[in-house]
C-alpha cells in the first residue's frame, strides 16, 4: 500500500471547490476597517482622565495620515523589493503587479484633505468656500502640505511612465516635508528631530511596504522553490537592520520629546504617552512575528513554513501605522523640567 499526499489547493472527488481568494479579500478588508477605527476611535480612549483637549477633526487627521504613511509605504517597499529580487541569481522574471500608481492616487487624495485642513487654519473645512488654496503660500505648513500633494501627483506620473524607479524623489520629498512638519522651527533643534523622523519613516517604508511586496511575489514562484526562500532569506536580513535603525530613531526621538525622568508618567498620564505605549506594544509583537519567522527559515525542515507569521507581521505592521496616524494627530507630549 502507498499513502500518498493530496495536493494542497486541489480538492479530491468529493470536497467541495474552495474560494481561498474569497475569503482573504474578505479578511484584508476586515483587517482594513479595523485599522481605520484606531484613529477615528483612539483619541477619545487616549484622552480620558488626562485633561488635555484635542484639536478639532483629530480622528479625520489621524485617519488621513494613516493612509498617507501607507500610500507612502507601497510603493517604497516595491521599489526596495523589486531590487531585491534583482540581486537573486537564476530569480525568475515574474514580479507581482504593481500597486504603485494606486497607491499614490490614494496618498494625493489624503494629503489633498489634510492640506484642506491646514489652508483653514488647522480646522476642518465644512464647505469648499472655506479652503483658502493661497493661503498655503503663506506658511510654513502650508508649502509643506503642498509638497506632499505635489509629490503625490508626481509619483503617480512616474509609476505609470516608463521609467518607475524615478518614483523614489518624489515620494522622499513627501518624506522629507513629513518629517519637518513633526518638527516646527519653535521646537528644539528641529532639524535633529526632523532627520530622526525622515530615517525612522523611511525605514518603515521599506519594512512594511517591502514585506507586502515579497509577500505577494513569493506565489507567482512556485515554481523555483530555491528562489523563494532566498528572497524571503534577503529580505529578512536586510528587515532586521531596518527594526534596529527603527528601534534606535524611534527611542531618541521619544527621549527628545520626554525627559528620561518622566517617560513612565507620561506613558501613563498623556494621551500621547499612551497611544506610544500602544504602539510599542505592537511592534514588540511585529518583532516576535519577524524572529519566529527568522527561526522558521533557518531551522525548519521547510523554510518556507515562514510565510505564515510573515503575514501576521504584516497585519500587524498595518496595526502599526493606524496608531502612528493617530499618534500624530494628538496634543505634543508635556515637556516638563
Known amino acids: 500500500m502507498t499513502l500518498t499526499r493530496p495536493t494542497p489547493g486541489v480538492p479530491g472527488a468529493s470536497e467541495p471547490v474552495r474560494r481561498p481568494g474569497a475569503g482573504r479579500a474578505v479578511a484584508v ?5 479595523l485599522a481605520a ?21 483629530v480622528s479625520g487627521i489621524g485617519l488621513l495620515r494613516t493612509v498617507l504613511f ?29 500597486w504603485a500608481p494606486y497607491a499614490a492616487g490614494v496618498g494625493f487624495v489624503a494629503a489633498l484633505g489634510l492640506a484642506s485642513v491646514v489652508s483653514t487654519g488647522n480646522l476642518v473645512p465644512h464647505s469648499l468656500a472655506a479652503i483658502d488654496v493661497g493661503g498655503l503660500y503663506e506658511s510654513r505648513d502650508g508649502k509643506l502640505a503642498l509638497l506632499e500633494v505635489n509629490g503625490f501627483a508626481a509619483a503617480v506620473l512616474c509609476a505609470l511612465s516608463a521609467r ?10 513627501v518624506a522629507v516635508a513629513e518629517a519637518l ?14 532627520a530622526l523622523t525622515f530615517v525612522h519613516l523611511m525605514c518603515a517604508a521599506l519594512w512594511v511596504g517591502g514585506l507586502l511586496y515579497v509577500l505577494r511575489t513569493l506565489p507567482l514562484w512556485e515554481a523555483a522553490h530555491e528562489a523563494r526562500v532566498a ?8 528587515a532586521a537592520v531596518l527594526l534596529a535603525l527603527i528601534t534606535a530613531t524611534g527611542i531618541w526621538s521619544t527621549l527628545r520629546r520626554m525627559p528620561p525622568e518622566t517617560v513612565l508618567d ?34 525548519a525542515a521547510d523554510p518556507l513554513t515562514a510565510y505564515s507569521p510573515a503575514r501576521a507581521e504584516v497585519v500587524a505592521l498595518g496595526l502599526v501605522l493606524a496608531v502612528s496616524g493617530l499618534l500624530t494627530a494628538l496634543p505634543v507630549p508635556i515637556r516638563w523640567t
Do not use: N
Not at 528572497?231 to 536586510?238: F, N, W
Not at 501613563?268 to 527568522?294: D, F, N, P
Open 164 to 173: 518607475p524607479a524615478m518614483q523614489v524623489w518624489p515620494l522622499a520629498a
Open 231 to 238: 528572497l524571503l532569506g534577503l529580505y529578512a536580513r536586510v
Open 181 to 194: 512638519r513633526a518638527h516646527p522651527a519653535p521646537e528644539t533643534d528641529p532639524l535633529t528631530g526632523s
Open 266 to 299: 507620561q506613558l501613563t498620564s498623556t494621551a500621547y504617552g499612551r497611544t506610544l505605549l500602544a504602539k510599542v506594544i505592537v511592534v514588540v509583537t511585529v518583532a516576535v512575528l519577524a524572529l519566529w519567522a527568522r527561526l522558521r527559515l533557518s531551522r
Open 70 to 98: 501607507a500610500a507612502l509605504c507601497v510603493p517604497v517597499g516595491e521599489l526596495f523589493a523589486r531590487r531585491l529580487a534583482g540581486r537573486l541569481p537564476g530569480a525568475p522574471r515574474e514580479r507581482a503587479r504593481a
Open 29 to 33: 478588508l476586515v483587517l482594513v476597517l
Open 37 to 57: 477605527l484606531i484613529p477615528l476611535l483612539g483619541p477619545s480612549a487616549a484622552l480620558y482622565g488626562t485633561g488635555e483637549a484635542a484639536a478639532p477633526g
